[in-house]
């Protein structure tokens, strides 16, 4: 079966695996969604990844899921997809929101890359808001 929306497809594998209470989750690589795995490692999302480039004809993108210690509960708390393939959503650099007030973060593509949307204001880009995590 063909997956239509790759990005949505890598989130839900995420929430899937979290709500199993995974400790690791594989996923199908893109360039895109190494990006986003970069991203969710710096803002401190997920414990550690690893690109697995010799599986598979992309190769796999390896994800340990970060858990709080004290209530097992996931550090992820949402995950959703903004820009869907039939409806695109593309923001001004002076529109991009902000998740729950600057306590998530919004995952933009912009011409200079794909960023977090405080990076995408600092660097005074708008693009395409991808998904927001918190």
Known sequence: MAVTDSVADYLTRIR??????HRIV???????????????YDQGFILKYKFDNEAGK???IKIALKYDPKTKLPIIKKLGRISKP???KY?????VPRAINGLGINI????KGVMTD????????????ICYVY
Request: proline residues 2%.
């Open 118 to 129: 405080k990076q995408a204001k600092r660097d005074n880009v708008g693009g395409e808001l």
């Open 108 to 111: 933009v593509s912009t011409s």
């Open 26 to 40: 594989e996923i199908p690589s893109s360039k895109m969604k190494k990006t986003i795995t970069e991203i969710l």
């Open 58 to 60: 992309h190769g796999l």
């Open 86 to 88: 039939g409806l695109r």
């Open 91 to 95: 923001v001004k650099c002076e529109d």
């Open 16 to 21: 899937n695996a979290q709500q199993a209470r």
